[in-house]
C-alpha cells in the first residue's frame, strides 16, 4: 500500500501462504512483478495468488499457479489496472467466479502473448471472469479450463454485462463448461451489449482460433465455441474467426 510507481519484484517464488485476501500479493498502489513464480498459495478470500485493489500490476514473465481461493484462484482484480505479458496462468481453483482470473467493477485487464490454462471455477469462468471491468486479449492461448459447478458457464471466459471484451489473435480451445444457461464452453456473454464485445477482425491477423470447446460431459459442438443466454453465437462471429468443433 502506498508504492511508488517503479516499484519491483523481481526473481522471486511467492508459495504456500495460507490468509485473507491475496495471500501471495495484497496489492493496493504501484507494482511490477517480473520473472516470478506466485504458486500454492490458499486465499479464504479473493485473489489466492494476486489481490488488486484499485491499484496498477504489471506482471511480465512470471507464473501464477496452483493457487485458490472463493473468485480469482489466480489473480483478482477491484477497480485497478492489470497488464500481463509473456506469463502463464495455470492450474488455479475459485470456489466461486474466475479460476485463473477474476475481474470485479471498473478497470482494465490487458494480456498480451500469455497462457491461461487448466484453471477451474466452481461457478462462472472457469479461464477468466469480467463483471463491468475491461479486458483486452492479445495473441494468447486460453485453453483446458473449466466452469465445473452445475452452474457453471463460460469454461474459457465469461462476460458480464457492460463488461468491454476485446480478443483478436489468440486461440480459445479444449474448454469446457456445465452450464446453468447451455454451457459456452468457449466463450460466454451474459446479457453484453453487441458495442461492448470485439472478437476477431476482418484481417487473418485478427481473427482467432475457436475449437474444441465443449459442454462438461459432452462431445464438442458447434454451439459450445461462442455463445449468450440465447444460444449459438456461431453466425456472428464465423467471419470474423476460425471456429470449428474440433481443432487440427
Known amino acids: 500500500d502506498g508504492s511508488l510507481e517503479g516499484t519491483a519484484l523481481e526473481g522471486f517464488t511467492i508459495t504456500h501462504a495460507n490468509g485473507d485476501d491475496g495471500s501471495g500479493i495484497d496489492n493496493k498502489s504501484n507494482l511490477t512483478i517480473n520473472n516470478c513464480t506466485i504458486s500454492g498459495n490458499s486465499s479464504n478470500g479473493d485473489g489466492g495468488g494476486i489481490y488488486n485493489y484499485t491499484g496498477a500490476i504489471n506482471i511480465i514473465g512470471s507464473t501464477v499457479s496452483g493457487n485458490t481461493a472463493d473468485c480469482g484462484g489466480g489473480i483478482y482484480d477491484h477497480d485497478g489496472s492489470i497488464t500481463i505479458t509473456t506469463s502463464t496462468i495455470s492450474g488455479n481453483t475459485a470456489d466461486n467466479d474466475g479460476g485463473g482470473i477474476c475481474k470485479y467493477y471498473e478497470g482494465t ?83 453484453c451489449a453487441s458495442e461492448d464485445v470485439y472478437i476477431g477482425g476482418s484481417s487473418d491477423a485478427e481473427k482467432n482460433t475457436i475449437c474444441g470447446n465443449y459442454k462438461t460431459g459432452e462431445d464438442p459442438f458447434l454451439d459450445q465455441q461462442i455463445r449468450d443466454t440465447s444460444g449459438s453465437l456461431y453466425e456472428t462471429y464465423k467471419d470474423t474467426n476460425y471456429i470449428s468443433v474440433y481443432c487440427d
Do not use: K, P, Q, V
Not at 135 to 162: K, Q
Not at 164 to 175: E, Y
Open 109 to 191: 485487464i490487458d494480456i498480451t502473448r500469455s497462457t491461461i490454462s487448466g484453471n477451474t471455477a466452481d461457478d462462472d469462468g472457469g479461464g477468466i471472469f469480467d463483471l463491468d471491468g475491461s479486458i483486452t486479449i492479445t495473441a494468447s492461448t486460453i485453453s483446458g479450463n473449466s466452469a465445473a459447478g452445475a452452474y457453471g458457464d463460460g469454461g474459457g471466459i465469461y462476460n458480464e454485462r457492460s463488461s468491454r471484451l476485446t480478443i483478436t489473435a489468440s486461440t480459445i480451445s479444449g474448454n469446457s463448461a456445465a452450464g446453468a444457461y447451455g454451457g459456452g464452453g468457449g466463450i460466454f456473454l451474459y446479457y
